[in-house]
């Protein structure tokens, strides 16, 4: 060893910096000249021009080149385009399930054998490392149309009550193109759809690349079609009657905007918003596995992903030594050129986004956060940002709250798991969290308390097409992947016979309660169900109910807004239902069913004298009724989540979940039934219900207040509001207290309840249709127990 050779001790010590190794975009340069002056829509398998000619630019975030001139569709355009995939649909969904695999089957490989330029043109109209487009998004995308090819060969015999929903406008992202797509195009192809999708302004490229390979693949003229364009084109997708389904992946305030544009159209709607998402490390944490996970959690896609852990919460025990490590790891970073395969974040998407993220931050620093930044050289050129890491951040502080969507990391400290749980849980959002921990039983009691749809342990960033992904609360309702993925791209058969229900009279006017106005032998003040206990209605009105042939029946309580808000708040109180085993909650719904039995004559002459039905109709209701608590008193410990097995060392739980507090408007008719079947899936389930029932019928409910009286039922896990369902309806849909609104109520109230939801973005359930509610097929079972739960998708890892 001469005296200019370094030993091996002194080698180990240098640094080695990576030397640039950039991936030839010679490819995708070659396909982006091959669409011309400027790029079409794809509509009806054919290339056609914007009718009115306009067009916009999409450019490299890394550069701000432009890359390619794209048609500007508009209404005509998106008209064309739903046309065009309505005529498809019939006989895309007349194809057996086999043939519709084959076609996915197709899909799939087409992305396979072209993976390369997919990767390179995602990364070059996006800004995420070659890295990412190449080793996540792209195989993920395949997986996708892998998994629902499966599906779709599964259909008949899975879903053999159940057909195609429509035509599916579907409205994606910027942040992950390619996957979105994926996400969206492949279930609902496999379940017999046709498809209209909107990609972003900001990255339409893969999609339109996805046109040329389902024209290659030989997917029938009309059943995929792409329209691109700004906001303009999304909104007269979302507003055309043609439409049958809306899925949206985008922000909260976008989501806000699509259900109120949708309300009272019919159309379902799937909603994957932004999040907050708390990264959880307890002290006995693997601290540089830790370490790496943050990494990824929130240095993936530049931040620029919807479930980013943006939150870091540090056991206090390990903080210094945690951040100490955390910034040391920040120190080799590197940030640059996206197609050079040595960086670790590329470009954020645009100018716009980066300022967004840089004003944040300067907030954040005003309001007292402390910056760190690491210390990596940024090109010149293009949306650039450093790693940022933000602590001494309050956790009701701007930067703990709002959805950053950038390389922003706030770091905060914990003392025991239950305040980890106070904190992930203290915003509006709820996708996703990341728990760290050697501790299983810890971990999985945490997961269970968190509000969120995904959890992942000792791991992060976790998807496959098998586990469904999505979130609660503000980061909207529906699945993407899973069987219950599926579901939102299925309906019930009966449906397509079903008459619309016809307008409900009016109630009559509400008046000042008065003894002098209660039918003869009738001693009783009228009263509504609050928290277990009868009360009288805030307002001191009532309105008064009669038979048919004008003779007065009886009074019933008028509630007004505070009686709402006090059963609401008494529901939120009684969660104690909601940590109930199931087993115990089907004891609760067995007893009330003994007892409406053992009421069996005296229920069926109230029905009878209210209704003037036959005998044998009030007795057959009464009967059905019974039979639909005992069958819900079977499910409440029977409707069970999944175990996933995707391709990792670990396993996913699909794990059902209580929404909270459900507040529904019962059925008009048959008044006993109708409640009953939306009571007992609520109650179930584990929520606590604020129920409405059909005031025409409802003098049956007042008599069944004497029955939970005696069922042992919990204080405020029901509470029963008598008065226009139209105007209670509304309340409940505005009160962010209640968390789903169930409405079986005719077309007129249902745009109100739909539109006025979208404050908190609950849930929401309407039905316009004629139910036969004695029918279990269309009255009972699973369609109602899912719209009673939510699905938790928990990902353990383990081994090596």
Known sequence: MTESTPSIAEILDMSLPYGPSPESDAPARAWLKSLGAEAKLFIGGAWRKARSGESFDTRDPSTGAVLAKIARAGAADVDAAVKAAAKALPGWSALPGHARAKHLYALARGLQRHARLFALVETLDNGKPIRESRDIDVPLAIRHFYHHAGWAQLQAAEFPDHEPVGVCGQIIPWNFPLLMLAWKIAPALAMGNTVVLKPAEDTPLTALLFAELCERAGIPPGVVNVVTGEGETGAALAAHPGVAKLAFTGSTEVGRILRQATAGSGKALTLELGGKSPFIVFEDADLDAAVEGVVDAIWLNQGQVCCAGSRLLLQEGIEAEFLMRLKRRMERLRVGPPLDKTIDMGALISPIQAQRVRDLVAQGVKEGAQIHQAPCPLPSEGGYLAPTLLTNVHPASTLAQVEIFGPVLVAMSFRTPQEAVEIANHTPYGLAASLWSEGISRVLDVASKLKCGVVWINATNLFDAAVGFGGYKESGYG??????????????????????????????????????????????????????????????????????????????????????????????????????????????????????????????????????????????????????????????????????????????????????????????????????????????????????????????????????????????????????????????????????????????????????????????????????????????????????????????????
């Open 479 to 800: 699945r993407e992947g899973g069987r219950e993925g599926l579901e939102a791209y299925l309906k019930p058969r009966w449906r397509a016979k079903a008459k619309p229900l016809a307008p409900e009279a009016a109630p009559p006017a509400a008046v000042p309660a008065s003894p002098l106005d209660q039918p003869e032998g009738v001693d009783q003040t009228p009263k509504l169900y609050i928290g277990g206990k009868q009360t009288r209605p805030d307002g001191g009105t009532t309105r008064l109910v009669r038979h048919a042939s004008g003779a007065l029946l009886g009074e019933l309580p008028e509630a007004n807004r505070k009686d709402l808000r006090n059963a609401v708040e008494a529901a939120r109180k009684a969660e104690g239902w909601s940590g109930q085993s199931g087993h115990a909650r089907a004891q609760i719904l067995y007893y009330i069913a003994e007892n409406l039995a053992a009421a069996r004559a005296a229920f069926a002459a109230r029905l009878q004298a209210s209704t003037g039905r036959p005998k044998a109709a009030c007795e057959a209701e009464v009967d059905a009724s019974v039979a639909r608590l005992f069958s819900y008193g079977a499910w409440a410990d029977k409707y069970e989540g999944a175990v996933h097995r995707p391709p990792i060392r670990g396993t996913a739980l699909a794990i059902p979940e209580p929404l909270g507090v459900i507040g529904a408007v019962c059925p008009q008719t048959p008044g006993l039934l109708g409640f009953v079947a939306l009571m007992g899936p609520i109650l179930a389930m584990g929520n606590r219900a604020v129920l409405v029932p059909s005031f025409a019928e409802a003098l049956i409910i007042s008599d069944f207040i004497r029955i939970l009286e005696t069922s042992d039922v919990p204080g405020g896990a029901v509470n029963i509001l008598t008065g226009d369902p139209a105007t209670l309806g509304l309340e409940l849909a505005k009160h962010d207290a209640v968390d789903a609104l169930w409405a079986f109520a005719p077309a007129g109230s249902l745009a109100d309840f739909e539109r006025a939801s979208a404050g908190n973005l609950k849930r929401i359930w309407t039905e316009p249709l004629a139910r036969d509610w004695f029918d279990p097929r269309q009255g009972e079972g699973r369609e109602f127990l899912a719209q009673a739960t939510q699905i938790k998708n928990i990902w353990i890892t383990w081994g090596a």
